[in-house]
């Protein structure tokens, strides 16, 4: 069985701030497995953008991703 996104949760759709908020609290939970099938079952399940992804990332990091992009604080504190 297939299951997609329903319109006001894609791109667009008025409920789309609401999966970007959940997502940020799916990236912090440490009870969905590493990073790399976090990133994947946002981005080709969910259907997030890689931009998208990357804002969640950094909201759940509290500003560490760009920060660190920018070299202002080493990637290695950002845990």
Request: one cysteine or more; aromatic letters at 4%; a neutral charge.
């Given at each position: 069985m297939t299951s997609?996104?329903?319109?006001e949760f894609q791109k667009g759709g008025s409920r789309r701030q609401?999966?970007?908020?959940?997502a940020v609290e799916y990236i912090l939970s440490p009870k969905f497995g590493t990073q790399n099938a976090k990133?994947?079952?946002l981005v080709e399940q969910v259907g997030l953008s890689e931009t998208e992804y990357l804002?969640?990332?950094n909201?759940?990091?509290n500003g560490g991703v760009v920060k660190a992009?920018?070299?202002d604080?080493?990637?290695?504190?950002l845990n």
């Open positions: 997609s996104v329903k319109p609401h999966v970007l908020d959940k990133h994947a079952f804002e969640c990332l909201r759940a990091t992009a920018i070299g604080i080493p990637i290695h504190e």
